[in-house]
């Protein structure tokens, strides 16, 4: 059984690696965790800035996004952020997510914390 609900958001790619180890401490926790990237912080989803992440952030960060994804942790990149950007490259395990989608997550949620 799930304690609380969480819902992170994240505009600036440097919290990353913070907020993706929050998130896997809190689903350890038996909470429900999702991330939304906007802004700054969904340019991490793409694959070709995730490599640069990766060297900036050492190895832990593709590590990180494995152990969310395989803790259950939803990883949504805005839709139009990606969109606006031709030619971006999802990183597999994240999906797409609009306004909607992040405002009924946030609705549910016991907390909604932004980084």
Do not use: W
Request: with cysteine; proline share 1%.
């Amino acid at each position: 059984m799930m304690n609380k609900k969480f819902v992170y958001f994240v505009s600036l790619s440097s919290n990353v690696p913070y907020v993706l180890k929050k998130s896997i401490e809190m689903v350890e926790q038996k909470n429900e965790v999702a991330i939304f990237f906007d802004l700054d912080g969904a340019r991490v989803l793409d694959k070709r800035y995730f490599k640069k992440m990766t060297r900036t952030h050492g190895g832990d960060l593709s590590l990180l996004f494995n152990l969310a994804l395989n803790a259950g942790i939803k990883l949504y990149g805005c839709q139009m952020n990606v969109l606006i950007a031709d030619g971006l490259e999802l990183i597999d395990g994240a999906e797409l997510a609009g306004v909607v989608t992040f405002l009924e997550a946030a609705y549910q949620a016991d907390a909604v914390l932004s980084y």
